[in-house]
């Protein structure tokens, strides 16, 4: 909804509160101001001109030079492009020396020629969207009406000193569809007076029951349907301040009648059609369903095919109207109208919906009959339109009106005790504050006991229940002056589990690697549901599956991992690094629920770095993959209790694949995919890891300990052991960490020969020993008593010697 701050002050006193003031205490109250637009966009310098002559450009056949009186006797020369400008107009003039939306700055120049003194302006020029000019100045200047006091402020006359609050209304808070809703709101707020227009229309003697007659057979639909006539009436343009209004808030306008029920909308939140009376074909109105596959024509000259539970405004015979959405073209108003038939109705907010829905039909109209109006505005406004069109039209208002009233309105009467609301705001306010803020809100209220009964008006529908009424007292106490509790019955604040805090920590680590998180199908196909398990059973089938491809449960993340690596490198993305956590499920037997586990899994392919201006590049293999699992281990604190073990697996590279232990427990693998299965998959080169997350998340970690800076220094020794080629180098790394005692604190391998001179089927590898007493220097004995230990150890167990 969009709120025109000039406009509101004509129903509530907004004397010492900014537009922008006034957005803050109604988003504090509960209705949230999605923003202020300044209407002006920084323009001056922008004055109302009388063009007192044109004439051809000399030199352009597409340009005319105006003589333009721009008051106090100046008066100026103007080229002008447009192709309506003309002798006698009261034009928009930007002086030299104005602004224009952008900071266009208006100079002297010469056009062909000839000096140009200023711009005369069209609307688009003046910052109002193409989408709101009237048809006839879509192209071309915008001409005022001749009363125009010429050298006035243009910017005053089109309402551009202006600001509009965007309101970003909730379903339930339709009242404020409307200025006297938004002036009800305010003026609780600020804590002042609704002023209503004053409605006094002037009528003939004739009936308007001898003009029309109203049946309505879907009573439930349209309880209530009411009919103006008015005669005589002369289209032409609406008065400017109803255009700039309509404008102001997103509507086009058209002639005095129409912008008169849109205006009228805006104004009441009641929608209202107007009929061209003589175009209607009969004297009768007969609201009801359509038939099915009936055809109409909307104003949009669209042909539309009606279902039978669509609501039709019908002149006896044919649809004249889609009910509370759109009129027909067969009746619009036109120029040559000369009697209009006013209509103002209650229409079931489903009823519309549907029907909104089903063409595709989205009008201001149609959103208000959905969310609910107030009923009792439903007559008020046919008067208030039939007053404008007598004022504005030069209309004659037929006396009375034709209804059909079936419709049963009760103000709903809410009781709330004033401990249930001190209760659930956490507040001590007295009976005397609560009634205030009723009061405030006009809602009709009185005390019993401890008890305050709420008679709340219909142009409020979405208060029904006691809660209703403690959140109109929270809103107008102000949420800032809450006090701060805890509820009684809540022990604990809520928090995240350990698991869900160790879960966000792996997610974390492995985005801060350079690793994306994405999410993929839990259902897969049968030939994909065991590919690259950990632990796989037998499948889980859906009873009615999507489709083949989503039809089992799957038992491992990698296979859609690699499905999403396939969709980027189409894409011309070569290098990508993708992570999921997810669950996977494993058969408990026949008839029993699967089991749920959660894995968490990844698989990059490509460049891992790439530096064109130092020209480096990093492909990713092996040991990056199993890096980055060594850097998640390291977070969690578990880097001294994994270990690593080649392993074949199916799908995987037999020689570039490992097994990951926790302890003495596997929890998951780290490898290449299968030459022949990134064939499959139509993938270059690709590592993938898939790991158990409960297993890893549920160890038990130590306490970090901190230890100061080493005072005195290590002393490195580096072997070369000599052992079989089936010996693994952890295995051997292990053995050393054990043997060397306290202080040996670091082991790691630097060096991996196989080639000539070394005897067939051996291997020598290379490890750097550091020693570290924090206490003292090292003396040579001691670390050569250590270092002897460790040699000895890698004898006894691995047959290991040191190599030449």
């Known amino acids: 909804m969009f709120v025109s701050y000039r406009w509101l002050q004509e129903y509530v006193d907004l004397s010492g509160v900014t537009a922008e003031e006034l957005a803050d205490k109604i988003t504090k109250s509960g209705i949230e ?16 001109g009388h063009v007192v002559e044109r004439e051809q450009h000399p030199n352009a056949d597409k340009l005319s030079r105006c003589q333009v009186d721009l008051g106090g006797g100046e008066i100026v020369q103007i080229v002008c492009g447009a192709p309506n400008v003309a002798q006698g107009q009261k034009v928009a003039v930007a002086k030299v020396g104005a602004v224009l939306p952008g900071n266009f700055k ?82 609780a707020i600020l804590r002042r007076e609704v002023k209503y227009p004053s409605v006094n229309v002037q009528t003939s003697d004739e009936q308007a029951a001898d003009y029309i007659s109203v049946k309505v057979e879907a009573k439930e639909d349209n309880p209530l349907y009411v009919a103006r006539v008015v005669k005589n009436v002369k289209i032409a343009p609406s008065p400017l301040w109803m255009q700039t209004r309509l404008m102001a808030a997103g509507i086009r306008p058209h002639n005095n009648v129409v912008d008169i029920t ?29 038939s099915e596959g009936e ?26 109207a889609l009910a509370g959405v759109m009129g027909g073209a067969n009746s619009e108003v036109k120029d040559d109208t000369v009697n209009v038939l006013i209509e103002s109705a209650y229409f079931k907010g489903l009823t519309v919906r549907q029907a909104s829905k089903d063409h595709g039909l989205r009008s201001e109209a149609s959103a208000r009959f959905e969310k609910g109006i107030d009923p009792n505005r439903t007559r008020v406004a046919a008067d208030r339109a039939a007053e404008l069109m007598a004022e504005y039209a030069s209309g004659e208002v037929v006396s009375g009106t034709v209804e059909v009233d079936t419709l049963t309105v009760e103000p709903a009467v809410v009781a709330v005790s004033l401990g249930r609301i001190n209760d659930v705001l956490g507040t001590e306010l007295s009976m005397e504050e609560v009634q205030d803020i009723m009061n405030r809100l ?157 894995r968490v899994a990844g698989a990059i392919t490509g460049l891992w770095h790439a530096h064109g201006w130092q020209g480096e590049k990093k492909v990713v293999d092996f040991y990056v993959i199993k890096g980055v699992l060594e850097g998640l281990f390291a977070q969690l604190g578990l880097e001294k209790r994994i270990s690593y073990a080649p392993v074949k697996k199916d799908g995987m590279h037999p020689g570039r694949t490992a097994a990951v232990w926790l302890d003495e427990k596997e929890i998951g693998y780290v490898g290449q995919v ?28 130590e306490e970090v300990r901190y230890s100061a800076i080493p005072r005195f220094p290590s002393i490195t020794r580096d072997i070369a052991l000599v052992v079989d080629k089936n010996v693994l180098g952890g295995e051997v790394q292990r053995v050393i960490y054990a ?31 550091r020693y570290l007493d924090p206490e003292r220097t090292l003396t040579d004995e001691e670390v050569a008593k250590a270092h002897g230990a460790v040699l000895e150890a890698v004898e006894k167990e691995f047959g290991a010697t040191l190599r030449s």
């Open 674 to 701: 299968h030459p022949v299965v990134q064939k499959q998959y139509g993938l270059r080169e690709t590592y993938v890891f898939e790991l158990h997350l409960q297993e890893l998340l549920a160890a038990d970690v």
């Open 739 to 769: 043997a060397g005692g306290e202080l040996l604190k670091d082991v790691t391998v630097f060096d991996l020969y196989e080639g000539e001179r070394m005897e067939e089927g051996k291997k020598s590898v290379a490890f750097s020993l």
């Open 442 to 598: 006009q809602f009709e209220n009185k005390v019993e006991d401890e008890t305050i009964v709420v008679t709340v008006p219909t142009r409020r529908g979405d208060i029904t229940i006691e809660e209703d009424i403690v959140e109109e007292v929270a809103r107008m106490y102000g949420y800032d002056n809450l006090p701060t509790t805890l509820p009684v019955t809540v022990a604990t604040p809520g928090k995240l589990t350990e698991y869900q805090l160790g879960r966000r920590k792996v997610r974390r680590f492995l985005e801060g690697a350079g690793l994306a998180q994405t999410t993929t199908y839990s259902l897969t196909s049968a030939g994909k549901a065991t590919q690259f398990a950990l632990n796989a059973t037998s499948t889980i089938g859906l009873a009615m599956p999507m489709s083949e491809d989503r039809s089992i449960l799957r038992q491992s993340l990698v296979p859609h991992l690699l499905e999403a690596v396939k969709h980027n490198n189409a894409r011309q993305s070569d290098s990508i690094a993708l992570y999921e956590t997810g669950s996977v499920f494993l058969s408990k037997g026949e008839g029993e629920l699967p089991d749920e586990q959660e």
């Open 106 to 187: 208006i100079k002297r120049a010469k056009l062909r020629g000839e000096e140009s003194n200023g711009m005369i302006c069209s609307l688009q020029e003046l910052g109002i969207e193409s989408k709101l000019v009237a048809k006839d100045y879509q192209e071309g200047i915008f001409v005022f009406p001749s009363d125009a006091e010429v050298g006035a402020d243009a910017l005053d006359a089109l309402n551009l000193n202006d600001e509009v609050l965007e309101l970003g209304l909730t379903p339930n808070r339709s009242d404020c569809l409307s200025m006297l809703g938004v002036a009800h709101e305010v003026a």
């Open 295 to 320: 055809k109409f024509v909307t104003l949009d000259d669209q042909e539309r095919v009606l279902k039978g539970n669509q609501l039709v405004i019908t002149n006896g015979s044919e649809p004249v």
């Open 33 to 48: 101001v999605e923003g202020v637009e300044n209407l002006n966009k920084g323009i001056s310098g922008v004055v109302i």
């Open 262 to 290: 849109n205006y009228i909308l805006l104004e009441y939140g009641q929608p209202l059609h107007a009929f061209d009376y003589d175009r209607l074909g009969s004297k009768e109105i007969v609201v009801r369903h359509a």
